[in-house]
């Protein structure tokens, strides 16, 4: 297929998340990354522009090529033409802990404006409203990757002042790509908003954040997916339409 720069006006917003979270994985970065948008975010930056990239799983896979959408980090899609399938505590302790991973790629409940990720509880820790499936791997990825980045959906529950509870640390958070706009940390490490999508306004980001929000003197315009990455989100990578719908 013969790629094209011609921007596409026939985007859903979860593609234009992926389309964004995969111009940011650079060719030959090796990158963790669990299953959602970022997974088909990395599977897009390597039929695009970053074919030397290396997809790392919690599981154990190394070097993944699955040939479908895997609906876990348990899935033997992953292990279809990996590099290497080997233990949690050696993808840990070798690659994540050794310094090996450029990007991590997070999610959680709550997100603060300092970068802070809360996968642990909603509510007072001894007596909380929600209890979540805690730290993962997550804490040590927050802590190892040199770069970590957010893909996730604006929600003013979802994006307190301050989390419950730090399950992850912020301080490596590089960027926050939402439904709405991009988020980076400013020279104190708080989260500003430095880019709007088309057609959103800041009071509209503003709403769906629970901190008054700083922007940048100058808000960014992102370049819209091409034509050629949504065909291959829709017909190549996702095809059944589980991440991208």
């Known amino acids: 297929m013969t790629a094209t720069t011609t921007a596409s006006t026939d985007y859903t917003l979860n593609e234009l998340m992926c389309v964004l979270a995969a111009r940011e994985i650079g060719d030959g970065d090796v990158v963790f990354v669990g299953i959602g948008l970022p997974n088909l975010a990395c599977n897009l930056a390597r039929a695009t522009h970053a074919p030397n990239m290396t997809l790392i799983y919690e599981s154990g896979a190394v070097g993944a090529v699955p040939d479908r959408v895997p609906p876990s980090i348990g899935d033997p899609a992953l292990v279809t033409g990996s590099l290497m399938v080997t233990s949690m505590s050696d993808i840990f302790q070798s690659f994540l802990q050794n310094g090996k991973i450029q990007i991590g790629f997070l999610g959680g409940a709550q997100v603060d404006k300092r970068g802070n990720i809360n996968t ?46 730090i399950t992850s640390n912020g301080k490596r958070v590089k960027k926050v790509i939402t439904n709405m706009g991009i988020l980076e940390p400013d020279e104190t490490g708080e989260l500003t908003l430095t880019a709007l999508y ?34 291959l989100l829709r017909n190549t990578l996702d095809p059944k339409r589980l991440h991208i719908k």
């Open 120 to 165: 642990t509880a909603v509510g007072p820790y001894a007596s909380p409203k929600v209890r979540l499936p805690g730290s993962g791997g997550a804490c040590e990825i927050a802590q190892h990757a040199q770069r970590v980045l957010i893909v996730t959906k604006l929600d003013k529950r979802a994006f307190p002042d301050k989390v419950d509870f």
């Open 198 to 231: 088309p057609g959103v306004t800041f009071e509209k980001v503003q709403e769906n954040i629970g901190w008054a929000l700083k922007k940048a003197p100058r808000l960014a315009e992102v370049a819209l997916p091409t034509a050629n990455e949504i065909d």
